[in-house]
């Protein structure tokens, strides 16, 4: 389990560099990340990652993303 707290100022970093699925990758936004990670089986893995983000000058409305991923060895 991972939380992380994100405060990413405007034009912090060129806009390629963050995380697209935070806030779609934009800049000048706060939010919480969490990644859960599960091993159902010995090449079986659960993995949901939550986003809430929202603007810092809260001027656009806040954004939630849900991922989740089953990934399977063969």
């Not at 963050?18 to 599960?38: C, F, H, M, N």
């Not at 079986?44 to 986003?51: C, V």
């Amino acid at each position: 389990t991972v939380v992380q707290y994100r405060y990413l100022d405007r034009d912090a970093f060129l806009d390629s560099t963050p995380d697209s699925d935070a806030y779609g990758g934009e800049t000048d936004v706060e939010g919480l990340e969490i990644i859960l990670k599960y091993g159902l089986s010995k090449s079986t893995s659960l993995g949901i990652d939550f986003y809430s983000m929202d603007t810092i000058n809260k001027t656009s409305d806040r954004q939630t993303l849900l991922q989740v991923d089953l990934n399977i060895k063969l």
